[in-house]
């Protein structure tokens, strides 16, 4: 057999002997070998699409966790780890010979490859799925298949394209931020620079060329800087190293090609690292750098007393030279160094616990990503996995205060719903309300850095609202609310999930009775592990579900199973006559099926109010209130009366509606604050809340709400007109 140890990117058994015996760890090294050697045994004469040897592949990765300080356990795994699924090697063999711990890591990161599924989408979500649910009770398991995936990329330039691409952009949404989440920043950098490289092939060639370019003039230059300040902090503070690094070329592609930005423009491009024994050193460090350099304001920042989720802290602050070239300077000690560069998997290469500045342990961020697993498995619809998880685990935070002073860090875009859930699962649940740095704020408010932010609750709410499903950004505050709809409202979910069923089945032309639904949904309830149609209905109520999803899927069997056409022509009633179908909007127009609709800005119309319909050119029927300026007084007398169609309501609409309201009173402290609680309690969605002076001590407050109809509206302004000093509230 030909040579392969020596082919760029991968290496043999021989290498991670000598990987393993060079890491100085302790290791089981004859349960390595039998698992080497059943790997070669079972892969044989399996080659790569490359060409070279399989078993190349696994030892490739078991070298890649030797080099994260990885165990025993996570090598062999690493060994066996495409054994199960690429050859009739059986898990119970693995068991067996290797061990629960081991064939549980095996199992976690083998793909569900022999299931079918409609779409690549439903297969991926699925996969992820279950590494999750492995993860979840092994954070190994993700750490391996990291090191997988790591390999598969270092060595992907024999695959197709568009494989490539594939590969490439799922790293992006999936794989780096979980590793960036897990703190290995190490695997996350390569990773992202990897996948850039097919992404983008252009701008990743144009950054790394002009690094290249750069590097020999960049590394004299980070001479000099780290020569004066290991001049400065010789004789004052012990031991302090100082190296150089440069930004990875995804980093620097996001903001120049993403933000519009020239390389010039980033004054982070490289960084001095200064690692010094202790964190009284790191400010004491910081001190002498502000002295020699002179600090760019805005740019420094205390991750040290603030750590970012990952674990990650040290201090940053960008400086002037004497050239005014700006440049950026990162001061840890040696522990936040490991921790920085391997995150969770320092666990296991550094035996880090409780750290020295008392901010907690491992183990504490260990139960804490294991939290975030469990709401990501929360979901009812696999594909949404992927979706919290390019949301949760996000690179981009922001970081709040509670007015006690506690930090709360949150992935970009979270709103005030995210906060309070993140609080607490009671807080969130009671909340009516929101003060933002001691102003209210409405309930969709999205937070930024450094805000003080304080929940408004009530000690007998009703719960959240439905609607701030749609609000929320974390998956943590998504699952809670879904939660507590699952087990509060069980009848009420069933209820709006059979009627959002039926009301969306009609709309795309489906009309099956009971029985006929129970049988054609049996398959889907089935995969889904519902008992019956009632979990079914419950779970779209709740929001676990989401229909829209489904529906091209449905409507696809429903064709199959009914053999509809798609050009059939509409159902005929008894007395000749098209059948009426119902607007997803709520409104029946008479003589048109199915037509866009579109509520007209200049009059709001609510359902009670008296409607008409006028049909425009390529933008459906816009509907209006009879008393509304823009409906002629005399419709046979326009100039386009064949427009002009009757409209009404159907008897069960359950759609909401912006409505704004004016509301005039009497000047006072508090007064926005009370039609805030009183909106928040009767769980009124706010979209915008605006108040201002009319110069005679009356105030005027407009503010755009959620209503269900006009009787729901009577009602809410009946309530508000309780509240002390209202003049008048008029609909606008």
């Known amino acids: 057999m ?45 080659r790569r ?114 494989k490539r691409r594939d590969k490439a952009l799922e790293n992006m949404e999936i794989y780096a931020p979980i590793a960036h989440r897990l703190g290995i920043k190490a695997v996350k950098d390569e990773l992202e620079d990897l996948s850039l490289r097919y992404l983008d092939p252009i701008g990743y060639e144009e950054i790394e ?91 420094f920042k205390d991750y040290i007393s603030m750590p970012k989720p990952n674990m990650y802290q040290s201090l940053h602050t960008t400086v002037f030279d004497k050239e005014g070239i700006p440049f950026e300077v990162q001061i840890r000690t040696w522990q936040m160094h490991y921790t920085a560069e391997y995150g969770i998997a320092a666990h296991w290469k550094y035996k880090l616990g409780i750290d020295k500045t008392g901010k907690g342990s491992m183990e504490e961020n260990l139960k804490s990503i294991k939290q975030m697993i469990e709401n990501q498995l929360e979901a009812d619809d696999s594909t949404d996995i992927v979706k919290n998880i390019k949301n949760d685990f996000t690179s981009e935070e922001v970081f709040v205060f509670t007015p006690k002073g506690d930090l709360i860090s949150l992935p970009l875009g979270s709103t005030v719903i995210d906060m309070a859930y993140a609080i607490h699962s009671a807080v969130g649940n009671r909340m009516i309300g929101a003060k933002v740095d001691g102003r209210i704020v409405p309930i969709d408010y999205k937070v930024n850095n450094g805000e003080i932010i304080e929940i408004l609750t009530q000690k007998e709410g009703q719960g959240p609202r439905r609607d701030w499903l749609k609000i929320v950004k974390t998956s943590e505050a998504r699952s809670k609310i879904r939660s507590w709809f699952k087990k509060e409202k069980r009848e009420e979910n069933i209820v709006e999930g059979k009627a959002e069923l039926d009301r969306e089945l009609k709309r795309i032309g489906i009309h099956l009775s009971d029985s006929e639904l129970a049988e054609f949904f049996a398959p889907l309830i089935a995969k889904r592990h519902f008992n019956d149609m009632e979990d079914f209905y419950a779970s779209i109520g709740y929001g676990g ?55 007209s800005g200049c009059c709001s119309p609510l359902p009670g109010d ?31 009366p064949e427009r002009w169609v009757n409209a009404y309501w159907e008897s069960d609409v359950k759609d909401s509606f912006r409505c704004t309201l004016e509301v005039l009173a009497y000047d006072r402290t508090g007064f926005l604050a009370d039609v805030t609680i009183l909106l928040s309690s009767m769980h009124i969605f706010i979209h915008s809340l605006n108040s201002r002076e009319t110069g005679d001590g009356k105030a005027i407050i407009t503010c755009t709400i959620d209503i269900n109809g006009l009787d729901h509206l009577k009602g809410i302004m009946a309530k508000l007109s309780n509240i002390g000093g209202i003049i008048s509230i008029s609909r606008k």
């Open 2 to 46: 030909a040579d392969y140890s020596n082919v760029a990117h991968y290496q043999d058994y021989e290498q991670l002997v000598e990987l393993l015996q060079r890491s100085g760890g302790s290791f089981d090294m004859e349960k390595i070998e039998r698992a080497y050697k059943l790997a070669l045994d079972a892969h044989g004469d399996q």
């Open 49 to 162: 699409v490359s060409g070279v040897p399989y078993i190349l592949h696994p030892t490739s990765v078991a070298c890649i966790l030797v080099e994260l300080g990885m165990d025993t356990d996570s090598i062999v795994a690493a060994l066996l780890h495409d054994v199960v699924e690429d050859t009739p090697v059986e898990i119970d063999r693995i068991v067996k010979e290797f061990g629960k711990d081991v064939a549980l890591l095996i199992d976690g990161v083998t793909k569900l490859s022999k299931i079918p599924y409609s779409n690549r989408e439903e297969q991926q979500a699925e996969n992820l799925r279950k590494m999750l649910m492995a993860m979840s009770k092994d954070v190994r398991v993700i750490i391996i298949k990291l090191a997988d995936r790591l390999h598969n990329m270092r060595t992907i330039e024999c695959m197709k394209e568009q």
């Open 209 to 299: 060329s002009t690094l290249a370019l750069t590097s020999q003039g960049r590394d004299k230059y980070i001479e000099g800087l780290r020569e004066r300040i290991l001049e400065r902090t010789k004789d004052i503070i012990p031991n302090v190293f100082i190296s150089g690094r440069v930004k990875s070329i995804n980093s620097i592609y996001r903001k120049t090609y993403m933000q519009g930005k020239t390389i010039d423009q980033i004054y982070d491009i490289f960084a001095l690292r200064v690692i010094v024994d202790s964190v009284n050193d790191c400010y004491n460090v910081l001190g002498v750098i502000h002295d020699i350099f002179k600090p760019l304001p805005n740019r």
């Open 545 to 599: 579900t989401q229909l829209w999803k489904m529906l091209p899927r449905i409507k696809e069997e429903y064709q199959k199973k009914y053999e509809v056409k798609a050009d059939q022509p509409p159902a005929v009633t008894e007395r000749g006559q098209k059948k009426k179908k119902k607007s997803v909007s709520g409104v029946i127009v008479e003589g048109l099926d199915d037509c866009l609709i579109k509520f």
């Open 610 to 640: 008296d409607i008409i319909g006028f049909i425009t050119r390529g933008y459906g029927v816009s509907i209006h209130k009879r008393t509304c300026t823009n409906v002629p007084q005399d419709i046979s007398k326009c100039e386009c």
